[in-house]
């Protein structure tokens, strides 16, 4: 494959939307039956301006795909024992499919121990420690983080090969990094994680037929951390001179990679439909418990 002239966008938009009117359809036919709906809670705390952008667009699609949706908002010094206290409630209500907390939490709040306060079966951010679990052991009934999830779902869309390739993740988070090795590893891929730790970064990344930035370091990943026709995944977003960047400097990256990510437009289109398909999901399974 040769460079820029063969050079592909991964264009989430797309492959989003075509995820996004197979789950309406579904939805269709549930209206139609005058079955329960599922239904999705967003918990936001604190003003954070990104995590309120996020929580719009979660809200707006759930409601543009005929699903039901709630935001509950409250201010960054709620305590953990209200916030606790609110998680639980959620668990406990039967119209509620779909528990996810908005992150990054105020500094006070202990995060991990809301996540485990999430009941499993309505995680539908797949970050209980139960699921991580399911999804290390490579268990079928895990809920998927949903960017990791989204981003095999694009690689999918594209028949870009996983099996057999070196797969280099950037970054060792639980909400991205860790889950998407794990979910490279079961297409077959070859892993290697690098973090803030790794010696001459650049000297790995060159390895990769894929390689995937979750860091938040914008334009960190330039043309000389790319292999001539990788694949390049493109997951953070940063705000930089008043623009959304990502952690690839796309201008020069382009020319280098087979496959690539924009920022915006690639991963977080994506990351929002499964967000709606995890939910549909934990829906129809709490039908059959």
Same mark, same amino acid.
């Given at each position: 494959?040769?460079?820029?002239?063969?050079?592909?966008?991964?264009?989430?938009?797309?492959?989003?939307?075509?995820?996004?009117?197979?789950?309406?359809?579904?939805?269709?036919?549930?209206?139609?039956?005058?079955?329960?709906?599922?239904?999705?809670?967003?918990?936001?705390?604190?003003?954070?301006?990104?995590?309120?952008?996020?929580?719009?667009?979660?809200?707006?699609?759930?409601?543009?795909i005929?699903?039901?949706?709630?935001?509950?908002?409250?201010?960054?010094?709620l305590?953990?024992?209200?916030?606790?206290?609110?998680?639980?409630?959620?668990?406990?209500?039967?119209?509620?499919?779909?528990?996810?907390?908005?992150?990054?939490?105020?500094?006070?709040?202990?995060?991990?121990?809301?996540?485990?306060? #999430?009941?499993?079966?309505?995680?539908?951010?797949?970050?209980?420690?139960?699921?991580?679990?399911?999804?290390?052991?490579?268990? &079928?009934?895990?809920?998927?983080?949903?960017?990791?999830?989204?981003?095999?779902?694009?690689?999918?869309?594209?028949?870009?090969?996983?099996?057999?390739?070196?797969?280099v #993740?950037?970054?060792?988070?639980?909400?991205?990094?860790?889950?998407?090795g794990?979910?490279?590893?079961?297409?077959n891929?070859?892993?290697?994680?690098?973090?803030?730790?790794?010696?001459?970064?650049?000297?790995?990344?060159?390895?990769?037929?894929?390689?995937?930035?979750? #860091?938040?370091?914008?334009?960190?990943?330039?043309?000389e951390?790319?292999?001539?026709?990788?694949?390049?995944?493109?997951?953070?977003?940063?705000?930089?001179?008043?623009?959304l960047?990502?952690d690839?400097?796309?201008?020069?990256?382009?020319?280098?990679?087979?496959?690539?990510? &924009?920022? &915006?437009?690639?991963?977080? &289109?994506?990351?929002?439909?499964?967000?709606?398909?995890?939910?549909?999901?934990?829906?129809?399974?709490?039908?059959?418990?």
């Open positions: 494959m040769t460079q820029s002239t063969t050079s592909q966008i991964l264009d989430g938009k797309q492959v989003s939307q075509q995820v996004v009117e197979g789950l309406s359809q579904e939805l269709q036919a549930i209206h139609a039956s005058g079955a329960v709906i599922p239904k999705l809670v967003v918990v936001l705390v604190g003003d954070d301006p990104a995590s309120q952008v996020y929580v719009g667009k979660k809200a707006k699609m759930a409601q543009k005929g699903m039901l949706s709630e935001l509950l908002t409250f201010p960054a010094d305590s953990q024992g209200e916030l606790l206290a609110v998680i639980h409630r959620l668990n406990t209500d039967a119209s509620v499919h779909g528990i996810l907390v908005q992150l990054p939490l105020p500094k006070h709040l202990d995060t991990l121990a809301v996540i485990t306060a #999430v009941d499993p079966k309505k995680d539908v951010d797949g970050l209980h420690p139960l699921n991580l679990g399911l999804l290390l052991t490579g268990d &079928p009934l895990a809920c998927k983080p949903c960017t990791p999830a989204g981003v095999i779902t694009l690689l999918k869309a594209y028949d870009v090969p996983l099996a057999g390739k070196h797969a #993740v950037l970054g060792r988070s639980n909400i991205v990094g860790k889950p998407m794990l979910l490279l590893l079961q297409e891929a070859t892993v290697s994680y690098c973090h803030s730790k790794t010696p001459d970064l650049a000297a790995f990344t060159r390895q990769a037929d894929i390689l995937v930035a979750a #860091v938040g370091v914008p334009k960190l990943v330039t043309a951390f790319v292999k001539p026709g990788a694949t390049v995944v493109d997951v953070g977003i940063n705000r930089l001179d008043g623009k960047v990502g690839v400097d796309f201008e020069s990256v382009v020319e280098q990679a087979g496959y690539i990510t &924009p920022v &915006p437009g690639g991963v977080g &289109p994506m990351t929002i439909a499964t967000l709606m398909a995890n939910t549909l999901a934990l829906y129809k399974r709490s039908l059959r418990a």
